[in-house]
C-alpha cells in the first residue's frame, strides 16, 4: 500500500511532506544578536531587567500561545535579552550540557517571529486549531511533525540523527527517515533535498547535518530556540511524550 501511495501519489504525498518541510526551513531572515534599540536597553537597566524575568514572560506566552497584553513586543524583547546574554547566563560547558538536556521531551509549536522588523511573535502554525505541529527531541534522534489536536493520530512526521554541540547550545539534525501514522516509509531519505545542493567548504562542515537550532530557553514548560541558518525564532510548550505516535517507537 505504501509503495502504491509513493508510485501514484507522490505528488501528493511530497506536497504533506512541503507542509513539514516549511515549518522546519521557517523564511525568517534576521540576526538574532542584531541591533537593540536604546530605549529597549535603557529599560533592561532602569528595571534591572533579569533572566528570570524574561524567562518567566516566554513560559506565560508558550501556554497562552499569545503574545503579551498591551505590549505584544514586550515577548520579543524577552528572547533577544536571554539570547543576547546567553554567554553569561549559561557560563560554563556544564551549565550549557544541562540547558540541552532539558529539551528532551516532546513540545508543541505555539508561537514565531519572523523578522527583527516585526519585533512580534505570532499564533503558529495557522492550522492549530484542529491540528498539532510538534518536536521531539532526543540525545540523539530529532524528529517533528503535524497530529491531530487530541494527538491520538499523526498524520505525517520526519526525523532522523540528531547531534549537540553543548559548547554552542546547537542541536544538528538530519532528516532521514520519514513516517505517515508512525509507520516508516521506505525508501524515503530526504536529507538530501532538505540539506541543498551547496555545502560548507570546511571538511568538519560537510560531514555535520546543516539544519539546526541554537536553544535560548529551556524549562520544564517551555522552549525558545532560534533557527542557526535562518535566524527565525519559535517558542513551543512541552507536551506528553509523542514518540509513539510519531515513530512507532
Known sequence: MLMLLKRRNSSAVWAVCSCIVALILDDASFSARAFVPSDVRQRWVDTGYKADDAIALIEQCAQTGQSPQPDPKELFWAVKFLDRFANDIYGDLETRKSLLDRTNGS????LACNTDRDEEFYPHPE?????????????????KGISTKDKAFCFVALAGPSTRIPKRRQVFMN?????INGNQVPGWDLSYYLRGFQRN??????DRP????????????????????????????????????????
Open 201 to 206: 567548504s570546511n571538511a568538519a562542515e560537510r
Open 210 to 249: 546543516v539544519l539546526a537550532f541554537t536553544v535560548i530557553c529551556a524549562t520544564d514548560t517551555a522552549l525558545a530556540v532560534r533557527g542557526s541558518k535562518t535566524g527565525g525564532l519559535a517558542i513551543f510548550r512541552r507536551i506528553e511524550d509523542m514518540s509513539g505516535i510519531a515513530f512507532g517507537a
Open 175 to 179: 532528516y532521514e527517515d520519514y513516517f
Open 127 to 143: 492550522f492549530r486549531s484542529f491540528a498539532t505541529a510538534f518536536s521531539t527531541v532526543q540525545d540523539d534522534y530529532f524528529g
Open 107 to 110: 513540545w508543541e509549536l505555539r
